[in-house]
């Protein structure tokens, strides 16, 4: 998008031609620029006093936390200290935040909320592919597809532009999708596919199935270019699509209707998202998807493939650079000694001074203010007052924390119960890069200058990493400083931006990781020859069914799933402050099917409990005659008493260590009688 002064005090935005989004822009897009001038914004630091937030200085903020952070660390040891990233910041940002950890505090304890948003199909990736990059292939490629399964993903509300690289599959009558919900994406589908709640894996064993013994087996391109494949069919080989049915409630035929789509086009690909991911078993989820794609010989080929829908603003960037808790810049493993040395040595520290890997995002807030866990939490570009799983007990965690440092532009919910608040800039109002959904690094340059008081994340940690001793040349304050390092600490890496410059990126050139040098134009298109396992060959998963963690039961009879709204964006510490989408959707609410909100003694509009064995939220309830009877919905971005995720299950996919946010068993009654 671009912005230009709209009068003295406003600014437009404008959509771009960008390949992207062809020129579209969502609702959320077109009203971005309220919150550049919302009485909302922070710019001055507020500091706990009395029980009360109350204005400070810069100086006398940083030189509190500096102060406080040194006093812990020589009391209990640098992993007292905790620092919790998000997915929406810069490369800059997450690069330097993950840097700050490991060098000026000389903590493990880092980590981000994209834990909570890709991280499942990244290890899947990475198993399958030997590297993970959301789209290995430019979105654009999608537009030429005759067919696409999109699995967990609703992009008619979560990036309603996307859409239009679907045009060609939707009118071919090849857009197929997988949903428990008759979502506004499920609604342009040739095939929806309903599975319930929590039997992705299921739905997916059954159309491989289905491809197998209907002849769609891609021989040659299994034997050529793969390994594994008897063994995942040793186990797939047993869900025939009838007891996938019987497991899913998809029919038969329409599992094989789907198989023969995706195998007779000229041009398919496989889609997933969130909704496949957010699962104790997202990792083999999201495997399995990608086994149908590798069975019908679509990755790695030209107008075809497997690919991860990311869900924030630097959700592929975010998770290359550091601020995630075993790995180094440039999707390096922090315990790999190589890498380690070569991080080192662009930092200017030792190998062994460098922290082992860490807590991952939930046990990290799980483990706050515990014997043994951080007794210091500093919060960057997050929300997880809101966004965490088992909400209140991550909110009781941060309250037993000694020291809670938030950075933000607004006093979101985790804001208001810090001992410290941090003013920073918007995306307008500085510099920086971030890598979209394929790969391809963007420079967003700066428009507006920030209003008086604000600091940028990067002149933030800069300051405290004086204050702790650091050289001030190791934390530079310049975000093209900051990538001239990053690109060195990258190089050689999975994820090598070492030949990308804001100079390349200032001159229009797209620039898709690895970029190895600095004349070398790019990858757009990845395992076009082989893939990144040493032998080349990508890897089937061998995968099995267990179903959610938590099923419903005689007390807690109903399936709930979150997502998102058109109008809000995660924890809504945003978009519920632009007006236009707070007074479209200004609260939160329970979608039910008539007959089951009739049974539990409501009817539409009326005020519900939904309550699981973690919580409750009150909310009013709208009847939606296409959801299943078992099933009930609820969008995840308000806060208070309708925290979603108040109720939903941190069980953690044990490679991934992502939470099952995506189904949990509730009951829904009465709120007066909930409350009674």
Not at 33 to 40: R, T, V, Y
Not at 344 to 358: E, K, M
């Amino acid at each position: 998008m671009s912005l230009s002064p709209a009068g003295r005090t406003s600014v437009r935005v404008r959509p771009r031609d960008f390949p992207t989004n062809g020129g579209g822009l969502c609702q959320k897009g077109w009203t971005s620029a309220a919150l550049l001038g919302s009485p909302a914004r922070l710019t001055t630091p507020l500091v706990r006093s009395g029980g009360v937030l109350r204005p400070a200085s810069w100086d006398e903020a940083l030189g509190l936390v500096a102060g406080r952070l040194r006093e812990i660390v020589a009391e209990r040891g640098p992993d007292a200290v905790a620092l919790f990233g998000g997915g929406g910041l810069t490369n800059e940002k997450a690069y330097l935040l993950g840097k700050f950890a490991r060098v000026a505090v000389g903590t493990s304890q880092v980590d981000y909320n994209g834990r909570f948003c890709m991280s499942s199909a990244a290890a899947a990736a990475n198993r399958a592919f030997g590297l993970d990059r959301g789209l290995p292939f430019p979105v654009t490629d999608l537009d030429g597809a005759d067919v696409v399964l999109l699995a967990g993903a609703n992009p008619a509300e979560t990036m309603p532009p996307f859409l239009s690289h679907l045009r060609r599959a939707t009118e071919a009558g090849g857009l197929i999708v997988v949903d428990p919900r008759r979502t506004p994406t499920a609604e342009r589908a040739a095939l929806h596919l309903a599975p319930a709640p929590g039997t992705d894996l299921a739905l997916a064993l059954g159309i491989l199935h289905a491809a197998v013994a209907d002849g769609h087996l891609d021989r040659d391109y299994v034997r050529d270019r793969t390994a594994g494949f008897d063994d995942a069919w040793r186990l797939a080989a047993a869900w025939w699509p009838e007891r996938a049915e019987r497991v899913t409630g998809v029919a038969a035929a329409d599992q094989r209707r789907a198989a023969a789509l995706l195998a007779g086009a000229s041009g398919a690909y496989v889609l997933t998202g969130r909704g496949v991911e957010q699962h104790a078993t997202g990792v083999d989820t999201a495997g399995a998807w990608i086994n149908l794609a590798l069975a019908l010989g679509l990755p790695g080929r030209p107008g075809s493939g497997w690919g991860c829908l990311t869900g924030q603003g630097n959700g592929q960037g975010g998770r290359e650079h550091g601020q995630k808790a075993d790995q180094l810049p440039g999707y390096r493993r922090i315990d790999d000694p190589a890498a380690r040395a070569h991080v080192a040595r662009v930092w200017g520290v030792h190998p062994d001074a460098l922290p082992g890997p860490g807590r991952s995002a939930y046990e990290l807030l799980d483990a706050l203010g515990t014997p043994g866990g951080p007794s210091a939490l500093l919060v960057f570009g997050s929300n997880p007052v809101v966004s965490a799983p088992h909400a209140r007990r991550v909110a009781g965690r941060l309250a037993a924390l000694d020291l809670l440092v938030v950075a933000d532009i607004v006093l979101s919910e985790t804001a208001l119960a810090a001992d410290v608040v941090l003013p920073v800039t918007q995306w307008a109002e500085e510099d920086g890069t971030l890598t979209n959904l394929e790969g391809r690094v963007l420079l967003r340059r700066r428009a507006l200058p920030p209003p008086a008081g604000a600091r940028t994340d990067l002149e933030v940690l800069h300051g405290l990493a004086v204050r702790l001793g650091q050289p001030p040349e190791r934390f530079p304050a310049d975000p093209e400083a900051v990538f001239a390092e990053l690109r060195a600490a990258s190089a050689g890496g999975p994820a090598d931006y070492s030949g990308v410059t804001y100079d390349r990126l200032r001159a229009g050139e797209a620039l898709h990781w690895p970029v190895p040098a600095e004349d070398h134009p790019g990858t757009p298109r990845l395992f076009l020859d082989r893939f990144a396992h040493p032998d080349g060959r990508a890897r089937f998963a061998a995968v099995d069914h267990t179903g959610p963690a938590e099923p419903p039961d005689a007390e807690f009879p109903l399936h709930a799933v979150t997502g998102r709204v058109l109008q809000h964006y995660q924890s809504g510490a945003q978009t519920r402050r632009v007006e236009e989408l707070r007074a479209a959707v200004p609260e939160g609410y329970v979608e039910a099917h008539p007959d089951t909100a009739r049974r539990a003694g409501l009817g539409d509009g009326a005020l519900a409990a939904v309550t699981s064995r973690r919580g409750k939220v009150v909310v009013r309830v709208r009847c939606v005659d296409s959801l299943p009877a078992d099933v009930v919905f609820l969008p995840f971005h308000f806060p208070g008493d309708q925290r979603a995720n108040l109720l939903t299950n941190p069980a953690l996919d044990p490679v991934s260590r992502m939470p099952e946010f995506k189904v949990c068993a509730v009951r829904l009654s009465p709120a007066r009688e909930a409350r009674s």
